[in-house]
Nanobody, 122 residues
Framework: QLQLVESGGGSVQPGGSLRLSCAVS????????IGWYRQAPGKEREGVSC????????GYDDSVKGRFTISRDDAENMVYLQMNDLRPEDTAVYYC???????????????WGPGTRVTVSS
């Protein structure tokens, strides 16, 4: 059974950095595209970034482009999100999710992990 466990969140000041991790189990990660989503207080869940199974391409929401970097380690079934120059509007619970051609279809998944909370404030 698929399990997704996010970690690495925390509280940071604006301009700070965090590195989120996603541990995937129950499936072999190397056959999937996978992305990061986030849900801010009072807002709908939105796609943040996605990386194709080949690792040769990735995409980012405009709000994080140039600040966040997604990466994957298929040998360890891990996905990462390096977040730099964090802003208060990045405050949200962050989730990883399997996707299809990084089209954001993972947002319709029935199963989600616990997420990891990121708070950016002064």
């Amino acid at each position: 059974q698929l399990q997704l466990v996010e970690s690495g969140g925390g509280s940071v000041q604006p301009g700070g950095s965090l590195r989120l991790s996603c541990a995937v189990s129950g499936v072999k990660l190397d056959v999937y595209d996978i992305g990061w989503y986030r849900q801010a207080p009072g807002k709908e869940r939105e796609g943040v970034s996605c990386i194709w199974r080949s690792g040769t391409n990735s995409g980012y929401d405009d709000s994080v482009k140039g600040r966040f970097t997604i990466s994957r380690d298929d040998a360890e079934n891990m996905v990462y999100l390096q977040m730099n120059d964090l802003r208060p509007e990045d405050t949200a619970v962050y989730y990883c999710q399997l996707d299809y051609e990084c089209m954001g279809l993972g947002n319709h998944a029935n199963y989600w992990g616990p997420g990891t909370r990121v708070t950016v404030s002064s």
